[in-house]
């Protein structure tokens, strides 16, 4: 069961539309934007990619539980792609409750997400034996998926991107949160073409081992010519700089795209610099995905 095939809700917008960009900023660089932002109103870019095959793998069972942190978009969309397709949801949020919820955790009640709260220490344990038994106990049986929604099937749902692209292509760029886009959209790459992942978040060299755990769990070893670029955080997770938020507000301008400050900014300024610095060499023809 896809998303497609059970006709719950809108229709995603597969494959997602790909935008050429003028630029001189981008010293002769061919730029184009993959519009998964566009995929779907409620179960977004590139969480609805990492879902697609996670539902039909839960199948059999009642609901979902996930966790994330309480801005998690992972955390919307499941509970979204939860009430489409039959499943109950069950959010694991990291930290304290705070009331009233914010807007992310109170849409995510909207779509029929029940919440739960860890404390910090506990959520550090969260893949461990003893803290799954005990949600066990408190919720009955459960499809797992992990923080982010990266795992085997997430990874295989993004390696689909690639193809549906159209063009020719030299190297194609995304955020990395957890690593589990860059793992499968480098899994998925046509001969010729490479792939890099833009931290978002900071010290994010051990993305690198956690998209090739990703890409070794759902292929057996690692695929595809790829590497994370780690300058580019702004200071961690959902941090920002003026100098970021100058850049999205001139990208938004000349293009009429409002990047999303904790992803999309920061990949594309990246794209931007490497450009800027010849790195991306003129006249390379360069995907960026806006994965929400
Ligand atoms: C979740 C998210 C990401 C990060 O994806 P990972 O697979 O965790 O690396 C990137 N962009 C947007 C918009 C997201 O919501």
């Known amino acids: 069961m896809t998303l497609r095939e059970t006709g719950a809700g809108v229709e995603p917008r597969v494959p997602s539309p790909l935008l050429p960009v003028e630029d001189v900023r981008l010293r002769g660089v061919r730029l184009f934007l993959k519009r998964d932002d566009l995929i779907h109103p409620e179960v977004t870019g590139n969480k609805w990619r990492k879902l697609k095959h996670n539902l039909t793998a839960a199948a059999g069972h009642e609901r979902i539980l996930t966790f994330g942190g309480a801005y998690s978009n992972h955390i919307r969309a499941t509970a979204a792609a939860g009430r489409l397709h039959g499943f109950e949801t069950v959010g694991v949020i990291r ?74 292509y030299d190297v194609i760029c995304c955020p990395a949160g957890t690593g589990g886009t860059l793992a499968g959209i480098a899994a998925g ?4 073409a490479r792939a890099i992942g833009f931290s978002v978040l900071k010290g994010g060299a051990f993305l690198t081992g956690e998209v090739a755990r990703l890409q070794t769990e759902a292929y057996g070893g690692p695929r595809g010519f790829w590497h994370v670029e780690t300058g580019f955080h702004f200071g961690g997770y959902a941090k920002s700089t003026p100098e970021l938020d100058a850049f999205a507000a001139g990208f938004a301008d000349r293009h009429g795209i409002a990047l999303d400050p904790v992803y999309t900014a920061k990949m594309m300024y990246g794209v931007y610099a490497l450009a800027g610095r010849g790195v991306l060499a003129p006249g390379a023809r360069v995907v960026a995905v806006i994965t929400g």
């Open 95 to 168: 930290g304290e409750e705070h009331l009233p919820l914010n807007p992310s955790l109170a849409y995510a009640v909207s779509r029929g997400m029940r919440l739960t709260y860890l404390d910090r220490a506990a959520y550090r344990r969260k893949t461990e034996p003893a803290v799954l038994d005990r949600l066990r106990e408190e919720w009955g049986d459960f499809y797992l998926l992990p923080e982010g929604g990266s795992n085997a099937h997430a990874v295989r749902g993004c390696a689909e991107l690639p193809a549906e692209v159209g063009v020719p």
């Open 189 to 192: 790459l046509p001969p010729g």
